[in-house]
């Protein structure tokens, strides 16, 4: 069984002795009930970790020792950035959380013409630290070292310009008349993920998505849920240029 992990704000400690951020403390003792002895991890979310053990628990502090660098497993070759159309909030956790554990570099919630979830100001600030929140537990249970990019919710249209002449492949999911991944040239190391949501792009969405340059993608026969559609698609990108081959 491996050691639990924990996030622990940059910059790693230097010295051979540290003291759980309050929230990682309460997870560890309370939560987890850990003993003295007991070995964990803690990442800074930049790719680096430490091995650790647990030197000692007061109260509500949790004291580590015998640090050691841990050599976790390196980042996709793949810089994969999944834009996905914001949906309800319980789906939008769920995306967010997969695509931290498969892998995605960033993660970019966009406000589309049939978005069900519509995000300003405070509301908004308040929403992605939420998702924050999520990528953190992700990346704590599935070994990864390295927090995605989490951008605030964007609308599709500004979005879309801001991007249009950024490097690597681009790819919206679309139905009818779209080719599959093994249609397109390899990516540059880098590649866009467009996913639409419930009720699907506007005609004059995809259009102007494809003008900006994302060619229109089929995952199979069948007709995906928007979150099924963001996992499978980036499931497949991973397996057709990044570390899943």
């Known amino acids: 069984m491996s050691a639990p992990r924990f996030y622990c704000p940059p910059p790693l400690p230097l010295s051979t002795n540290f003291e759980l951020p309050p929230e990682a403390a309460h997870h560890a003792s309370r939560v987890l009930r850990l003993r003295v ?3 964990v991890q803690i990442f800074d979310g930049l790719g680096n970790a430490l091995d650790a053990t647990i030197n000692a628990i007061s109260g509500k502090r949790v004291l580590l020792g015998n640090l050691q660098t841990f050599m976790g497993q390196p980042e996709s070759g793949l810089h ?3 834009a996905q159309a914001m949906c309800t909030s319980d789906k939008m956790d769920w995306v967010v959380q997969k695509a931290t554990e498969l892998g995605a570099a960033e993660i970019v919630p966009v406000q589309t013409q049939r978005s069900v979830a519509k995000l300003a100001g405070a509301r908004a600030e308040k929403r992605t630290e939420h998702w924050r929140n999520v990528t953190i537990s992700a990346c704590e249970q599935c070994g990864r070292n390295t927090l995605p990019q989490l951008h605030a919710p964007q609308d599709l ?6 991007i ?3 490097p690597g492949g ?5 139905p009818g008349g779209a080719s599959n991944l093994h249609a397109q040239p390899r990516p540059q190391g880098r590649a866009t993920l467009l996913i639409g949501p419930e009720g699907g792009f506007s005609a004059d969405e995809a259009n102007v998505a494809q003008q900006a340059g994302f ?3 089929l995952l199979g026969p069948r007709v995906l849920r928007t979150e099924t559609a963001a996992i ?4 497949a990108l991973q397996t057709m ?3 899943f081959n």
């Open 37 to 39: 002895g007991d070995a």
């Open 164 to 166: 249009r002449h950024a």
């Open 241 to 243: 240029w990044g570390d």
């Open 170 to 174: 681009k790819f919206i999911l679309l």
């Open 80 to 82: 994969i950035i999944l």
């Open 157 to 162: 249209g500004i979005w879309l310009s801001a």
């Open 232 to 235: 499978a698609g980036i499931a």
């Open 215 to 217: 060619a229109p993608i």
